[in-house]
């Protein structure tokens, strides 16, 4: 069962944490397991945390910048990248504190981002507050008519079935998995845009709720 298809409570959520340091993995996988979250996996190398993601499709990863084999930001993008994964949080951890390090993960794909030294109480409540944004579309959510069957890959509007490309089927599920956050796509990745407009033509009125942060991407709100 994909992070998708679980209720992202504190007792039933998959965390996973990548961080080299053994130490502050540690400690992080104590707080987290005293905080009431029983499945918490662990990786210290960037490469094996999104494996293990790929595998284990976690709710919500703990991701440090700083790491062997690929880095933070690397490992957020590939994420990001996989259908499988759309559900998937993502809070980084890191010491850099520069807001062009800070937007550079954000726009990589993170839905928060904590700074180190971080408080424990903090950090647990920004984790609690992050698998609180968006319902996973997988459980029946009606969004003003629209609901999307992941499993069978079907979205319908109103009752009435979408004619969607595999790609376009795709980005609908990452935008409202994840309503309320920023979509954010580089400047390389124009063919979004393109998707986007195609979308936008078969959802109808529906597509009022697709909005263009200016420079950065897509939001469904």
């Known amino acids: 069962m994909s992070g998708a298809a679980r209720a992202a409570s504190a007792m039933t959520a998959k965390i996973l944490v990548v961080e080299d340091d053994l130490t502050i993995r540690t400690l992080l996988g104590m ?4 905080a009431g979250y029983r499945d918490v996996l ?3 190398r960037g490469d094996d945390g999104f494996a293990t993601a790929a595998r284990e499709h976690p709710d919500l990863v ?3 910048v700083m790491l062997p084999g690929l880095d933070g930001f690397s ?3 590939r994420i990001r990248e996989t259908p499988d994964l759309a559900a998937t949080r993502i809070v980084m951890l890191t010491a850099r504190t520069e807001p062009e390090d800070i937007c550079r993960g954000l726009e990589a794909g993170a839905d928060d981002y904590v700074t180190k030294p971080f408080d424990r109480q903090v950090l647990l409540a920004r ?3 992050v698998l609180r944004r968006g319902l996973p579309v997988t459980e029946g959510v009606d969004l003003d008519g629209l609901t999307i069957d992941e499993a069978g890959r079907r979205a ?3 009752g009435k079935a979408l004619d969607l490309t595999g790609g376009e089927f795709d980005l609908l599920v990452r935008l409202v998995a994840h309503r309320g956050r920023i979509f954010a796509r580089s400047a390389a990745e124009r063919t979004v845009d393109v998707q986007v407009a195609k979308l936008r033509q078969k959802l109808g ?3 009022k709720h697709i ?3 200016r420079g950065i991407g897509y939001r469904v709100g």
């Open 211 to 213: 909005e263009t942060v």
């Open 156 to 158: 319908t509007l109103r």
């Open 205 to 207: 009125p529906w597509a």
């Open 62 to 64: 703990l991701l440090d």
């Open 127 to 129: 984790v609690k507050a």
């Open 42 to 44: 662990m990786a210290g």
């Open 75 to 77: 490992v957020a993008r």
């Open 31 to 34: 707080a987290l397991q005293g």
